[in-house]
């Protein structure tokens, strides 16, 4: 990647929203941590602000995230990196002393999102898609991170029972984490062996982030799913809500996609995979060499992640179980 440009942060959100002449609550449908949005009109043109602070959102207290990502990502220029590839849609940002918070700004792109709920993606759209996945992977290839990024461990770790118990000592679980130990328990009546595994893998995953980092590493997403994807007039993608970007493996971005979009995919897995496979050939990236160890263990993440979502679709479940048993006793026993 070249070199980046910072880019300013306001000091306040009253800064930062300065001349707003309309400022309306504003709450998506497939929203994943439920923080608070607006939206918001400035000089006659739609945006989006988005309040992020540990205090409001469980993914950056689960993430262990102390900088706020973000806004970190603006700040340092990475965005105009990303540009080259996906639309992050971010246009400012604040860090506001006061109150600890930070606001993020973005384009307001409605309408040009994928629907929300469970509605198939166009398979032509999904062909950009992983085209552009494999797009960002190829034109960040052997990127090292950054002090502030998310680690893989941090990753990995999101849906660990350590972070879920913390999460319930603050009082009732809501949202996504009250899914995930009733998820597991019902996985683990059918497959008490492999739950135990890979529960060991999210409280410690150093086995598999040591065997993932044999791999070639990209900048990573993480968070593909249906809701933070759209595209622009030029066919774009849009891609959003960067709370958990890091240098990882490009088949992590993958495997979440497939994991997390099951219900939507307009192919077959296997096809999907292929189609980003061979994305990643004509970007250049050989990957003969590589590939299918990267994704069997990037498949095994994925599950380490959602699998506790997986147990009410008997087929996708045992698509999943195929897909990484094996490897999840090569790394836990």
């Known amino acids: ?92 940002a604040a860090r506001d ?25 166009e398979a032509a759209r999904q062909e950009r898609i992983l085209a552009d996945m494999a797009a960002l992977h190829a034109g960040t290839w052997g990127y090292g991170g950054m002090p502030g990024l998310c680690t893989p461990t941090q990753v990995y770790r999101i849906f660990s ?10 009082g009732p679980l809501e949202g996504v984490p009250a899914y995930v130990q009733p998820g597991w328990e019902a996985v683990r009546a059918q497959h008490p062996a492999l739950t135990e595994r890979v529960l060991a893998l999210a409280s410690d995953p150093a086995p598999l982030v040591q065997a993932l980092a044999q791999t070639p590493q990209a900048l990573v997403h993480h968070d593909w799913k249906g809701g933070n994807l759209g595209h622009r007039p030029d066919g774009r993608t849009i ?11 490009g088949c992590a971005d993958l495997a979440w996609y497939l994991a997390v979009n099951c219900d939507r995919l307009p192919t077959s897995k296997e096809s999907t995979i292929s189609t980003y496979r061979d994305a990643l050939e004509r970007q250049g990236i050989a990957t003969a060499e590589w590939f299918d160890r990267q994704l069997e263990l990037a498949l095994l993440g994925g599950f380490v992640l959602l699998g506790w979502s997986k147990a009410d679709g008997p087929e996708e479940l045992a698509w999943w179980v195929e897909r990484v048993e094996a490897t999840a006793r090569e790394l836990v026993g």
């Open 1 to 92: 990647m070249t070199s980046q440009l910072a880019r300013p942060v306001a000091p306040s959100v009253e800064a930062l929203l300065s001349g707003a002449t309309s400022r309306t609550p504003m709450r998506p449908q497939d929203g994943l941590s439920a923080v608070p949005m607006e939206r918001v009109v400035l000089d006659g043109e739609a945006y989006v602000a988005k309040w992020l602070s540990a205090e409001l959102d469980w993914v950056m207290r689960a993430t262990g995230d102390t900088v706020c990502r973000p806004v970190l990502l603006w700040e340092t220029g990475l965005y105009d990196q990303i540009a080259q590839w996906v639309d992050p849609l971010v246009v400012g």
């Open 97 to 121: 002393a006061a109150t600890g918070e930070c606001v993020l700004l973005m384009r307001d792109a409605t309408g040009s999102f994928l629907p929300d709920g469970d509605a198939p993606i």
């Open 161 to 170: 029972p350590e972070n879920i118990e913390r999460e319930a000592d603050r």
């Open 239 to 249: 891609l959003v809500d960067w709370a958990f970007p890091g240098a990882s493996a």
